[in-house]
């Protein structure tokens, strides 16, 4: 099991940009796959973007495809999620997720970090 803290969210201007950060506890941090979640407002939690062990594979939502980047950093524990060019639609609790592998479901979660997009 791994601790995970999100932090970097905010209030921003469409067409700004944000980074978020998760940091995790442990250290099998680097054995993990990671993912960021988003939750609107009266909508369910929807997949965002993730990244394998090494950060050599990544994927992505196609709403946020060509927008957002996510990375990690296995030396600081840390995984992150670059968003540019923001829309309102982007306004929701962006969460940290990690599993330890592809064929299984996201079984370690953080506790949220809020992100709002104004128009």
């Known amino acids: 099991q791994v601790q995970l803290v999100e932090s970097g969210g905010g209030l921003v201007q469409a067409g700004g940009s944000l980074r978020l950060s998760c940091a995790a506890s442990?250290?099998?941090?680097?054995?993990?796959?990671m993912g960021w979640f988003r939750q609107a407002p009266g909508k369910e939690r929807e997949f965002v973007a993730a990244i394998n062990w090494s950060g050599g594979s990544t994927n992505y939502a196609d709403s946020v495809k060509g927008r957002f980047t996510i990375s990690r950093d296995n030396a600081k524990n840390t995984v992150y999620l670059q968003m540019n060019s923001l829309k309102p639609e982007d306004t929701a609790v962006y969460y940290c997720?990690?599993?330890?592998?592809?064929?299984?479901?996201?079984?370690?979660w953080g506790q949220g970090t809020q992100v709002t997009v104004s128009s």
């Open positions: 442990g250290r099998t941090f680097s054995s993990y796959r």
């Open positions: 997720a990690a599993k330890r592998s592809q064929l299984l479901a996201y079984d370690n």
